[in-house]
Antibody, heavy 118, light 107 residues
Framework: QVQLVQSGAEVKKPGASVEVSCKASGYTFSNYGISWVRQVPGQGPEWMGWISAYNSNTNYAQKFQDRVTLSTDTSTDTAYMELRSLTSDDTAVYYC???????????WGQGTLVTVSS | EIVLTQSPATLSLSPGERATLSCRASQSISDYLAWYQQKPGQAPRLLIYDASYRATGIPARFSGSGSGTDFTLTISSLQPEDFGVYYCQQRSTWPFNFGPGTKVDIK
């Protein structure tokens, strides 16, 4: 069965960077992409960007374009999301979701809480 | 950027009642709309994609309709496990954003 398992919760100081990982299993990793979605507590989800696990092509939301980097490691079937220059507004749960390029999110990771606090 | 508006913000219903949730887009998105259910502490769960297609394993009491700018999610007879927050999401135009949600709770 398809599973996406994310790394654990993080606490970061303002100005720092965070990297969240998403390990895929149960399907051929390189046949799909991964989208990253975040959710600030009490708000709706927010799409951040997408990466193809086949050729590493990326597509970022303009809001995050200057601060986020998506990458994949096909040797370990793992996707990564790095977010830089963190502020308290970045405190949120970050999700990865399998995305064949259609932006229909059938499978999700369990979420990673990132807390930004001084 | 396309803006999605959901109404009502909260819907208080009893088990067995019919629920009707609305999602309106600021411009036409054809039928590129999905609906998700989310419960506390869980990731969103895909219910409906492309306005009216149920995702695998989703019960028939969930149905979606609409096209262009106005969309509806209907739950024909609410079950206890259906309470939670429902989000619509458009995949017509970058960025592929979500609505603010409708909370369905027990009356």
């Amino acid at each position: 069965q398809v599973q996406l398992v994310q790394s654990g919760a993080e606490v970061k100081k303002p100005g720092a960077s965070v990297e969240v990982s998403c390990k895929a299993s149960g399907y051929t990793f390189s046949n799909y992409g991964i989208s990253w979605v975040r959710q600030v507590p009490g708000q709706g989800p927010e799409w951040m960007g997408w990466i193809s696990a086949y050729n590493s092509n990326t597509n970022y939301a303009q809001k995050f374009q200057d601060r986020v980097t998506l990458s994949t490691d096909t040797s370990t079937d793992t996707a990564y999301m790095e977010l830089r220059s963190l502020t308290s507004d970045d405190t949120a749960v970050y999700y990865c979701a399998r995305d064949p390029g259609t932006r229909v999110f059938t499978y999700w990771g369990q979420g990673t809480l990132v807390t930004v606090s001084s | 950027e396309i803006v999605l508006t959901q109404s009502p913000a909260t819907l208080s219903l009893s088990p067995g009642e019919r629920a009707t949730l609305s999602c309106r887009a600021s411009q036409s998105i054809s039928d590129y709309l999905a609906w998700y259910q989310q419960k506390p502490g869980q990731a969103p769960r895909l219910l409906i994609y492309d306005a009216s297609y149920r995702a695998t394993g989703i019960p028939a009491r969930f149905s979606g309709s609409g096209s262009g700018t106005d969309f509806t999610l209907t739950i024909s007879s609410l079950q206890p496990e259906d309470f939670g927050v429902y989000y619509c999401q458009q995949r017509s135009t970058w960025p592929f954003n979500f609505g603010p949600g409708t909370k369905v709770d027990i009356k």
